[in-house]
């Protein structure tokens, strides 16, 4: 069975300049969420996606933002990136809602910003 | 808001002996509770989860994780730390009800296995 895969394993940028991460779940599992992993900040919730909804948002800024498509893949945008943006953000999936089903993560995207 | 407490960003052990990986949850209802590990370079892995079905939980590589409501801790251990032990653990929260599937997660505990 195929892991979560991300894509791009890394990723430089400019402040100003927009991002875009892609993250693809495992096979069968319809929810999809994102974390970033800051230096000194540790691992924070960004965003949860289930059937194409967003269903939760960390508390983050606006020009964070994302979306699932029908296959449940999903991505996150980032627009007017700053440098404090520079840290490695994770996807992770799982089957849903129900019963807390564990996370599965991919190896992250690593962002960085110059 | 719920959160978890990882006490001690850095163990360091000896191989063959006794891991322990201290993890305290504040939740005024038992939460459900998850251990991570996190390789250099590599995003994270599901060691165990507590979802009250049990107290005592094992989980993959000689891991377990005792729930102690009383203490509100949900203590990572294992009898004999191999090398590969080595890397960088983390504990997590989430919700029982509400919140959805959301993680919260300790600062980590970066376990070093000396020879």
């Known amino acids: 069975e195929a892991g979560v895969t991300q894509s791009p394993t890394h990723l430089i940028k400019t402040r100003g300049q927009q991002a875009t991460l892609r993250c693809s779940p495992i096979?069968?599992?319809?929810?999809v969420y994102w974390y970033q992993q800051a230096l000194g900040l540790g691992l924070q919730f960004l965003l949860w996606?289930?059937?194409?909804?967003?269903?939760n948002r960390g508390n983050f800024p606006p020009r964070f933002s994302g979306r699932q498509f029908p296959n449940y893949s999903s991505e996150l945008n980032v627009n007017a990136l700053e440098l404090e943006d520079s840290a490695l953000y994770l996807c992770?999936?799982?089957?849903?809602?129900?019963?807390?089903?564990?996370?599965?993560f991919g190896d992250g995207t690593r962002l960085s910003i110059l | 808001a719920q959160s978890v407490t990882q006490l001690g960003s850095h163990v360091s052990v000896s191989e063959g002996a006794l891991v322990l990986l201290r993890c305290n949850y504040s939740?005024?209802?038992?939460?459900?509770l998850f251990w991570y590990v996190q390789y250099p370079n590599q995003g994270l892995q599901l060691l165990l989860k507590?979802?009250?079905?049990?107290?005592l939980v094992k989980g993959i590589n000689g891991f377990e994780a005792e729930f102690k409501k009383s203490e509100t801790s949900f203590h990572l251990t294992k009898p004999s730390a191999h090398m590969s032990d080595a890397a960088e653990y983390f504990c997590?929260?989430?919700?029982?009800?509400?919140?959805?599937?959301?993680?919260?997660f300790g600062t980590g505990t970066q376990l070093k296995v000396e020879l």
């Open positions: 992770a999936s799982s089957l849903g809602q129900g019963d807390h089903q564990p996370q599965h």
């Open positions: 096979s069968g599992h319809t929810s």
């Open positions: 996606y289930d059937e194409g909804e967003e269903r």
């Open positions: 939740s005024s209802v038992p939460p459900y």
């Open positions: 507590y979802t009250s079905a049990a107290t």
């Open positions: 997590a929260v989430s919700p029982f009800t509400g919140g959805g599937n959301k993680l919260t």
